[in-house]
């Protein structure tokens, strides 16, 4: 009788768990949905005002601290030569990184009026949301883009953007190694190409 009332307990456990987990991914799904539906809508609506260029990206650079993890992205783009940089080094690539963010997520929106940011679908992948959008620009075709959510039920940030299949989270770590590693790992380098960069894009 003790072992058939375990048995029981514990199928009804299982049970009730089978219920809740998908339930509790769907959730996950549909806050990182509403997350970058809002976001997206944010994005958009400065993209599309009257202001200036320099006005447009201070408030872009206002929301995608926001609502990007930009430091975790950065570490993770310099990958092995974070650990190799000096605190300074550090300080200054972050700095450096969060201007080559903005510029790179200010290129996928576009610059001109007229941009539309449409979400698609959500799905979670792990323990993060992916969320799917269609940016239409003035003279160019759809774009399909990837948002990548951490944590979407409880504290969502993005944590990388992946355009027509391409994650730029990847494509960065790669470019910075392969500068690094022509460099002579003079992560100074590398820091005045972003600014150069940045500065070139404005």
Known sequence: MLYRRRFLATGL????????????RAQAVERATG??????SQLTAIV????????????????????VDVDGIARFCLGRFWR?????????????FHEVLVTNISSKLGEYKGVKLTVQRGRQQDDEGIVTTVVERPNNPP????WVVEKPATAPKIIDVIAEGTSLRL?????????????NNDVDALINAMKQQTANSQ
């Open 13 to 24: 456990g299982m049970a009730v768990s089978g219920l809740v987990f998908p339930r509790a």
């Open 35 to 40: 997350f970058m539906q809002q976001t997206g």
């Open 48 to 67: 599309n005002g009257a202001q200036g260029a320099a006005d447009k990206r201070r408030a872009i650079t206002l929301i995608l601290e926001g609502t």
């Open 84 to 96: 190799i940089a000096t605190p300074e080094q550090q300080k200054r690539f972050l700095a450096a």
């Open 143 to 146: 774009t399909s883009v990837d």
């Open 171 to 183: 494509t960065q770590r790669q470019d910075y190694a392969s500068y690094l590693t022509r460099n």
